[in-house]
């Protein structure tokens, strides 16, 4: 069967072709393991570690295709992109799901968002409130109450007033409707 194919492996054209072939899927392969490396970095998923395995695999690949040397250089750059590409499909499967950067910048703003509520800022619209402040001037959004016995606004979700510490009833007082001029009830059941 060599023999069959023996003009084909030794033209001066499928040489050139298997060589460029070969080069251009090693460099296919050095960048992937440069993507791996990379890709761990941002993630904190053992960048060295996933540097290392992928080198390793680049040289087996490179080692298994000398063999094949006789049949053209496409199989020394092939081999090792098949590999390389076996490692990156599992580190896909098992690497962590988002980038460190985006985890720590979601912690962040999860921090800043609960000191802007207890910093004065409306929870629902954003705007600057007072701490005595009963709803917001701008949603009309409530914010606190008034004590049923001393009259000092507290958070809703209180049990008892911090100021004269009697417990809260069922009934936590009156809102008035703002820019209607007519009163309304408003019970807060707890």
């Not at 000092?152 to 809102?175: E, F, M, T, V």
Request: charged residues 20%; positive net charge.
């Amino acid at each position: 069967m060599s023999g069959l194919f023996a003009p084909i492996l030794e033209s001066g054209m499928f040489k050139v072709a298997s060589g460029v072939i070969g080069v251009v899927f090693l460099v296919i392969t050095c960048a992937l393991v440069y993507w791996l490396y990379r890709d761990a970095i941002k993630r904190s998923a053992g960048a060295i570690i996933w540097g290392a395995i992928g080198l390793v695999c680049t040289f087996v690949g490179i080692i298994a295709g000398l063999p094949f040397v006789k049949y053209g250089l496409s199989l020394i750059g092939l081999l090792p992109f098949f590999t390389v590409i076996s490692l990156v499909i599992i580190y896909m499967i098992i690497r962590p799901a988002e980038f460190t950067a985006d985890a720590q910048e979601r912690d962040l703003s999860l921090r800043l968002l609960d000191a802007e509520l207890e910093n004065k800022s409306c929870p629902k619209c954003g705007a600057g409130i007072a701490s005595d402040y009963l709803i917001c001037p701008d949603c009309l959004s409530e914010l606190r109450i008034k004590c049923d016995y001393c009259g000092r606004p507290i958070k809703p979700n209180w049990h008892a007033c911090p100021y004269c510490q009697s417990k809260r009833s069922g009934r936590s007082g009156r809102l008035s409707s703002v820019g209607t001029g007519s009163f309304a009830d408003v019970d807060f059941d707890f």
